[in-house]
């Protein structure tokens, strides 16, 4: 149970083109999602908190017009990075939360996002 | 949002117990624990979860004091495949957002 799926795994895009990245939790429900960005070596670092029907809650210094993040219906939330360039490059990850008495979250495996 | 401080590395071999403990003084009444598992390129995996005392699933113990200021991760026997990047997470129940704050992780090597 708590499977949280993500599409694609790895994407290679041109500089200047935009990216969609999946999330989906395959056998439960999730009113919230996260988004994640990674970069080698390093921690996880929180992006956005995405909730159903309801606009993402950003953190402090990710553009929201260049991360679109739309979640939709309670088992799928999307993340767009528009306009694409080299530094965007970087391992997203997404997580869902299981509601219930500890709101547990459960990762996706992850997207690699190489901008040439 | 309570911080947490694990070791940034840790060595093993196979066949030994690896506990690893994680402070987290600020934790707040209603903050759980939970531990995950990262290999380089996937998405961190939920190991174990607990709010006081001790919890123990299929894969290992956690092991938490009265003040709950700190917890013990302990993983039994481990092998080179328990090699991995582990989190100390803490967050409260607040009926759906729960925002968690990843530090920078323990590196375990589990050696032969």
């Known amino acids: 149970g708590a499977v949280v799926s993500q599409h694609p795994s790895r994407v290679i895009c041109k500089s200047g083109t935009s990216v969609k990245i999946e999330c989906r939790s395959l056998d439960f429900q999730a009113t919230t999602m996260f988004w994640y960005r990674q970069f080698p070596k390093q921690s996880l670092m929180l992006m956005a908190t995405s909730n159903e029907g309801s606009k993402a809650t950003y953190e402090q210094g990710v553009e929201k017009d260049k991360f679109l993040i739309n979640h939709a219906s309670l088992t799928l939330s999307t993340l767009t990075v528009t306009s694409a360039h080299p530094e965007d490059s970087s391992f997203y990850i997404c997580s869902a939360e299981s509601a219930g008495n500890t709101d547990t979250q459960y990762f996706g495996p992850g997207t690699r996002l190489t901008v040439l | 949002l309570a911080k947490t401080t694990q070791p940034i590395s840790m060595d093993s071999y196979e066949g030994q117990e690896v506990n690893i403990t994680c402070s987290h003084n600020n934790i707040a009444t209603n903050d759980y624990i939970t531990w995950y598992q990262q290999f380089p390129s996937q998405g961190p995996r939920f190991i174990i979860q607990?709010?006081?005392t001790k919890v123990t699933n299929e894969v290992a113990s956690l092991f938490i004091p009265a003040d709950r200021k700190s917890s013990t991760l302990s993983l039994p026997r481990v092998s080179l495949s328990d090699t991995a990047v582990y989190y100390c997470l803490v967050g409260g129940i607040t009926g759906g957002g729960n925002k968690l704050t990843f530090g920078t992780g323990t590196q375990l090597k589990v050696e032969l």
């Open positions: 607990g709010y006081k």
